[in-house]
């Protein structure tokens, strides 16, 4: 596996999180939560996912190629779902999203 790529999935994967949860709690606080349900979930879901898969990641499991595989799933999900909200907070989450889909589908490769 190379080191300077897989040093770029996790710090991805770790800014992805962020991303991820800061759009979940604006969402959350914002004034139309029925419209954010899927934005919300997905959030959860992909920030979830990120986590195991950098922490996997950390520890040189033999399953990183399977959970970046599923996390670039995850992260195409939630940047289709937030690229489509005109928020700057789901803005900058489908754009870490992309970011740590491309990544994880390099390592996965």
């Known amino acids: 596996m190379n080191d300077q790529l897989l ?10 999180v962020t991303a991820c949860e800061e759009c979940a709690s604006a969402c959350l606080s914002g004034p139309d939560i029925d419209m954010m349900r899927g934005c ?3 959030d959860r879901d992909c920030a979830d996912v990120c986590d195991v898969t950098a922490r996997l990641l950390m520890r040189g ?22 690229g489509g909200h005109s928020h700057d907070h789901c803005q900058r989450c489908a754009e870490a999203c992309r ?3 491309e990544a994880c589908r390099k390592l996965a490769a």
């Open 7 to 16: 040093r770029e999935c996790i710090e991805a994967c770790l800014a992805c």
């Open 40 to 42: 919300i979930r997905l």
């Open 61 to 82: 499991s033999d399953l990183h190629a399977q959970a970046c595989a599923l996390c670039a799933g995850a992260c195409a999900a939630c940047a289709a779902e937030c």
């Open 99 to 101: 970011r740590c889909e």
